[in-house]
């Protein structure tokens, strides 16, 4: 069996210190470099005023614009890894991730038509959270209506939503001025934390990180839902209040990342397969390590974007450069046997 | 342990206007005794267990546990230790832990087994001997290994009653055997009440105290001693197969019935070697 109680506690070790070495790694790096020394010393000290005069820039672009920034990118991966986690393990389906039911493509709608209509400022952050929670509802809605309890249907109502919002996103576009509007809602749908602020950070850091909380307080109740729900009732457990919960908080997490950092592909998809490779499918290992995975595999990628051009380039294309190459080698090295 | 006498009294069900399952049908199964259905493919057998232990729901009829009626679906599976087909996709989770989850019911959404949650699973391992497995993936063990982890997890959740769906048809013939066996220790000597369902006459009446015998046809099923209602006539009118009743008696005077199917006469070719 992989992952014995001893690897775990290693692989949470390794895992941290990595963690800790991204962060610093993502707080020191950008186009205005900040040595680790200095990091410190700016933490350190209680005040600009204390500083040595050459540290107090330094100090203003790590406070201001770099730290919400790497703490989004922080919250995201958590958030992300965690949700695709538990969609992985309820829908028992390596293929399904939040995307599949429409609430990405729903917030990434919501936050296009704001920038539409409003420009750049809050209305983008919260037109996105609550598209993205009504993508929710109306797949549930459609698949209700059908009389079907089973997933399958929830899935596929998840599927023409989704196509749906996809639709709603290019007539956004489409009907964008093409000089100003059209390329800054382009660019944001690539994904981006370019935008990254003090005041989204406060608003989506802690509805990522209540949702992520919760799903790993239910990781137990996601293996029982992995079972399937008739296996469930069997068990005397009724699975439609824990299933909802899981619905809702993913649907709340990745809806709180995309209303600020677009659409953020392949994290939610990959990282739950790379931790399972490491600590087995038991959900009680694979939430909690695919939150670390995530967060560690954000930063990289936020911090590569906005790093090895003079330009930030997008996330959605970073993740998928880094993500297709490691998909490609764990499915070779599965040698096509998911073990979900 | 407590007694748990099942009776239904009319019970239905269908899948749609024109698409009843089962109809006024009566049974019941007193406390430590098995009773067991059997029927061809496709006769309710499994829908019947399923409105039983409370995943589906009966649709018409009266069901009595333990002098309890009217129990509502959720609460009812609470009741009963429900061992379903075999699937084609096992999870790969490790023994130990699918059999823990035996004890979902007892946790709440937050919760975590506790140490009496794996002591229970502990012993449920070790009645069906299966202690040696708990580190392995279920995924990878064989059926017949994978249907005593499925039975541990049903002990697990400590119900007095215990329902298998089909526990023998995915099996090879020693596993048959010892799976039926298994079944007759915990009715014996633990005196659970059991109820399972099997295509196999044969099982039934090897350890069934009772017998449902289900026709094709909505409407007609036979009930009553498994010797009575398991006969050549019978298993004639429910599966349309001739058969005999088989006797051995064993030198210590016990007896075991079994049902050999009388198939039409099979010509074999004449094969010439050249």
Known sequence: MRGSGKSYATFLIVAIVALAAALLASLAAGRFRVPVSHIFQIFGSDGAENLPRELSLARSVLLNIRLPRVLLALTGGIGLGVSGAAFQGVFRNPLVSPGVIGVTAGSGFGAALAILIFGWGPMPQLFGFLFGVAALGITWTVARKSGSSSLLVFVLAGVIVNM???????????????EEKLPSIV??????????????ATISIPVILGSAVVLIAMRRRINLLSLGTEAVRGLGVDPKVPMAAVLVFTTLSVSAIVSVAGIVGWIGLVVPHITRMIVGPDHERLLPASALVGA??????????????????????????????VFIALLIRSRGKWAL | MGTVNIELADGAYSYGPERAVFSDLSFFVRSGEILSVIGPNGCGKTTLLKCLVGILDFEAGGLDIGGQTGIAATARSRLFGYVPQLTADPVPYSVERMVVLGRARFQRAFGRPEQRDFAVAREAMRTVGIQHLAGRAFNTLSGGERQLVLIAQALATEAHALVFDEPTSALDLVNQHQTVELLRTLSHERTYTIVFSSHDPSHALHIADRCLILGKDVSTYEFGPAETVITEEGIRKAFGVDSRIVRHEYDDGSVALGVTPILKPFIRKVIVST
């Open chain 1, 296 to 325: 560690i595999f954000f930063l990289v990628v936020d911090t590569l974007g906005r790093t090895i051009s003079p330009q930030d380039i997008p996330l959605g294309i970073l993740t998928a450069l880094v993500g297709a190459p």
């Open chain 1, 187 to 200: 660019y944001w749908l690539m994904g981006s934390l370019a935008s990254a602020s003090w005041r989204k």
């Open chain 1, 164 to 178: 749906f919002f996809q639709a709603m996103i290019s007539l956004v576009k489409f009907t964008a001025d093409a």
